[in-house]
């Protein structure tokens, strides 16, 4: 049975774990937090100690961890220096593409195989294994990093070799959050002229201004149920971490010396709206700053 190990059982981490422990395979959980572990554990997967002790025999390693400095350290720490050399390593967090480049290096350097895998796709698809993955990897590993992530993937990409993964994660947001705030600010505007947000959604769905924020994720409540505009925002991607996003992406472009004005201004955006209490709330509830409204109404 191929031996899996799973750090890092949060919003994401416990629905793809679950999804690995699905399809047959032996999954050593551990994440700081012992609630997730005791979902993790209720899904299917065994508790390990530590994340040391979840790698011991592992033959892929699997991470879903908050950020750069997270990844860093729990690879530096407790994978590379407890995993066996044959294991496969995958990181599936959203990070900065130089600490993924760091971790791919370090990694290769102590004779391990490595993958920057981040995801798109929410928790609803994390639960459901319908996660798209982007991926960087040696091309001789790619065949092998997709049977690994396949229990949780519609789609799997190599995106190029190391941080290539994640700078199409970084790119792909910065397209998102641009695109759904231009939604959000033709709903606040179509509402000023008189115009039915559904009717303006029923015409925009058929025109030129179609896109993902607005027919798979209307932040305008009723066109599309399953949105987080009809629950109050609550649930699927966290303002705050669409910021988190748009600030590797600013990062990344600062440094690339690219020019992204619609990306800096997207993330002075959601800066503001996170400071005005909306960081909780899904990214689509930024309609409700647009319209004047303060977020704890949203
Ligand atoms: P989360 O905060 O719910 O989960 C992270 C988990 O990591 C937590 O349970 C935490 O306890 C654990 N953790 C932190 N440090 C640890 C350590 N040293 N050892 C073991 N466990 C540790 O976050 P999430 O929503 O699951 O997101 C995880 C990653 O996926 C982030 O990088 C995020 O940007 C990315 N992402 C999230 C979404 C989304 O919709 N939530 C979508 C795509 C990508």
Redesign the pocket.
Known sequence: MTRVAF????????GMAANQAKAGREVMA????A??LDKAAAAGCARAPS?AEAVKDADAVI?????GP??R??YAE?ILPNAPRSALLID????DVESARAVAAEAKAAGFRFADA??????A??DAGS?AFMVGCDEADFAEVEAMIAPMSRATIRAGDHGAGQAA?ICN?MVLGISMIGVCEAFALAEKLGLEGERFFEIASKSSGQCWSLTSYCPFPGPVPAAPSNRNYEG???TA?ML??LKLAQEAAAKAGAATPLGATAEGLYALFDRLGGGSKDFSAILEMLRGNAPSRA
């Open positions: 750090i890092g059982l949060g919003n994401m981490g416990g551990f994440d700081l937090s609630t997730a994340a991470t879903m961890l908050p950020a997270h990844v350290q729990v407790q599936s967090s959203t990070i981040p995801v798109s796709g929410g928790t698809a994390a996660l994660k947001n699927g991607f966290a971490m988190k996003d």
